[in-house]
């Protein structure tokens, strides 16, 4: 059957030269651009604030995918990843988009890994006014985050714990605590959906640096 249709298709080919060029270099643009997405890299821009000071509002970065494959995300690095509530578009057309980038519609997230699996964690507010987090039992030294006083307050609704984070999966906040969606609203992160881990941010050219923990 392959061999039918690539007859069909080099005598199609043979009538529309110019056709054929464009088509296999559309092709062979695109296959390269999912490669590189998934195998590589990918550009992301920044919305909102919930990752000041380290990311502001407009940051351009590069976001690589190379250590996804052979090593676990560790505690401090900022990753880009679906969050658990947003369904994910699962149709080829879907899969395709997000491979590529163009049309996709699935929300992606920024936040930093903060409690890893097996650990327990918990988020306290001392006497002093100023809140930490705690793993396993133990503060947290967070000299990244905006302010240790702006702290949005725990509910009986929030993720606080103290609890212990499960296999596979990732407790992710925001550098900026008084502002951020993150694993205190919706849970713990499943690896599966961690797109990759932000390394740079090239542009606006007077915020170009690299953004790596380790």
């Known amino acids: 059957m392959f061999k039918e249709l690539k007859e069909k298709y080099d005598k199609w080919g043979e009538k529309h030269p110019s056709i054929k060029e464009w088509v296999e270099t559309f092709v062979f643009v695109l296959v390269m651009v999912i490669l590189i ?25 590069v976001v690589e995918r190379i250590t996804h494959f052979y ?47 097996g650990e327990k964690i918990e988020i306290k507010k001392l006497k002093n006014g100023k809140s930490v987090v705690l793993i396993n039992d133990k503060p947290l030294k967070e000299d990244y985050i905006l302010s240790d006083e702006d702290y949005i307050p725990c509910s009986e609704t929030m993720y606080c714990g103290p609890m212990i984070v499960p296999e596979g999966k990732y407790f992710m906040m925001g550098d900026n605590r008084g502002n951020s969606e993150d ?3 919706w849970g713990f ?26």
Request: glycine share 8%.
């Open 37 to 61: 997405r998934y195998f590589i890299c990918e550009i992301r821009w920044i919305p909102s604030g919930s990752m000041k000071p380290t990311l502001i509002e407009g940051d351009r970065i």
């Open 71 to 117: 090593k676990k995300p560790q505690r401090g690095d900022i990753l880009v990843f679906y969050p658990p509530f947003v369904k994910l578009n699962k149709t080829p057309l879907g899969i395709l988009a997000r491979r590529t980038g163009i049309g996709c519609n699935d929300v992606a997230f920024i936040k930093r890994v903060v409690g890893l699996p």
């Open 183 to 185: 694993s205190r609203f």
């Open 189 to 214: 992160l499943p690896e599966y959906r961690v797109v990759g881990r932000a390394v740079f941010v090239f542009w606006p050219f007077t915020r170009v640096k690299t953004i790596l923990t380790r």
